[in-house]
C-alpha cells in the first residue's frame, strides 16, 4: 500500500509554469499562495525525493556552506537552484535558525525572497500581520484565500482519515501516514491529484487486514533525513502510529478561522505548545514509547532535555545528518531499544 516506491518524502509535481512556482522552507498559509494562482513548492520534500539528495548537500557545500550546517538547509539552497525556482517564501521565525542566512544565499544567486514570520507567542495580532503582509505581496483578497482554505481543508479531512485508521484501525503503516501528513505542506503542488490520491488509497486502507502484535511508537520531531526508519522499525515489529510535526502539518484540529488554523499549529511556537499535543496524541493513541529525532547541527536537539523530562514515556533520542539509510549506530540503538521495550512489555 506504498504510495511511493521508496521510503523518501512525496514528490512536489514540478511541471507547473516556473513563473507560477513558489518555492517554501516549511508549512505556511499555502492558502495565500493558491488563491494567488501560484503553486507552493515545498523545497524540503522536492530536495529528499530526489535522485541524489546527497549530491545535493555537496553542492552546497560546494558553494561554501560550512559542514556543520543542517543537511536540510543546504538541500533546499541547491534545489532551489536546481530547479529554477524564482520565488521563495522563507519562515525567519517559527522553524530553523539558519533560514535568514539561507534567504541571504538566495537573494545572491537572483532569487526573489519572500519573508514570512510565526509569532514565538503565537499572539494572534502579529500572525494576522505577517499573513496579510503575505496576501498583499500576492495580490490576493481575503475571500479568495478563504474559498481556497474551503477546498484545502476537504482534502486534510481525508489526510485525517488516513490518520484514524493508523492508530484508531491499525490498518495504515507508519510510513504512508507519515506521508499523506507532510504531503499537506504544500498538496504535492496539485490538490485535484492529491485529492484522488488520497480516495484511492482510502479505498485500500479501510478494507486491509487490521496489525497486531506490534509495539506502538510515538514518532516525535521533524521529518526524517532518513530514508528507511519507518520500514526499519516495522521490521523489528514495532509501527509508528503518531507522526507528530507531520501531523501538525494537516492542521489536525480545524477551524474556519485562517489565522486561528495558523495558531493552531503547534510547530512554530515552541516545545511547550508541542508537549501540549504531544502528551494528549501518545495517551490517545496508546503509544508504549517516543522516539525523539533532532537533525545534526539543530538547536532543537537541546529539546531533548525538556521532553525526557517531562514524557513518562521511554524515549529515544535519535540523530540524522545526511540523506540515506540509517547508519549502523543508530541500526544498534533501536535494536537495544525495541528489545528493552519487548522485555518491559513481558514483565508487565
Known sequence: MNPTTNNQQPTTNMQTDPDTRIGITTTIPIEVIYAAGAVPVDLNNVFINGSDPQAMVEQAELDGYPRNICAW??????????????????????DCSNTCALMETLVVKGLEVIPFAYPYDADCDMLSLQIEKLMVRLGVRWNEVRETKACLDDIRGRVHRIDRLTWEEDRVSGFD???????????NGDPDAFRRQCDDFLKQAESAEPRKGELRLAYVGVPPIVSDIYGYLEGMGARVVYNEVQRQFSFPRPVDDLIEQYRR?????GIFRRLEDIKL????????????????????????????????????????ENPGPLDARSRMRIDSFIEMLRAGKVHR
Do not use: W
Open 73 to 94: 538547509i543546504k538541500g533546499i539552497y541547491s534545489t532551489a537552484l536546481q530547479q529554477g525556482i524564482r520565488r521563495i517564501v522563507a519562515v525567519t521565525q517559527g
Open 177 to 187: 501516514n507519515h506521508y499523506y501528513q507532510v504531503s499537506c505542506s504544500d498538496m
Open 265 to 269: 499549529f503547534t510547530y512554530p511556537y
Open 281 to 320: 496524541e501518545i495517551a490517545r493513541r496508546r503509544a508504549d514509547a517516543v522516539i525523539h529525532y533532532t537533525q545534526s547541527f539543530c538547536f532543537r536537539q537541546i529539546e531533548d532535555l525538556i521532553l525526557q523530562q517531562e514524557l513518562n514515556l521511554p524515549v529515544l533520542a535519535l540523530e540524522g
